[in-house]
Nanobody, 119 residues
Framework: QVQLVESGGGSVQAGGSLRLSCAAS????????MRWYRQAPGKQRELVAI???????SYADSVKGRFTISRDNDKNTVRLEMNMLKPEDTGVYYC?????????????WGQGTQVTVSS
């Protein structure tokens, strides 16, 4: 089994910054893609950023130039640095990782952390 624990988040004014972190623990052989999603009230969950095991990074157009995803493979951690936050960035942010545990592979989700940006 693998557990994901998210930290960070909170409430800030527009233009502010927040940092999210997600640490994986448990039966981990290798972690492939690590992603951050978000879900605003009444909206579908959307992909915000992804970083592959090789370090390839991709962002949603709405966050390009403002958000930075990074990973620490030694600590099985993925982070999301969010700058120049806008009210439309408000939502619950979830980390998602694809983990190989021995010969099995599964998708795991964090518990979600609230980000609220006020205008």
């Amino acid at each position: 089994q693998v557990q994901l624990v998210e930290s960070g988040g909170g409430s800030v004014q527009a233009g502010g910054s927040l940092r999210l972190s997600c640490a994986a623990s448990g039966s981990i052989f290798r972690i492939n893609g690590m992603r951050w999603y978000r879900q605003a009230p009444g909206k579908q969950r959307e992909l915000v950023a992804i970083i592959t095991s090789g370090g390839t990074i991709s962002y949603a157009d709405s966050v390009k130039g403002r958000f930075t995803i990074s990973r620490d493979n030694d600590k099985n951690t993925v982070r999301l640095e969010m700058n120049m936050l806008k009210p439309e960035d408000t939502g619950v942010y979830y980390c998602n990782v694809f983990v190989w545990s021995g010969s099995a592979a599964n998708d795991y989700w964090g518990q979600g952390t609230q980000v609220t940006v006020s205008s």
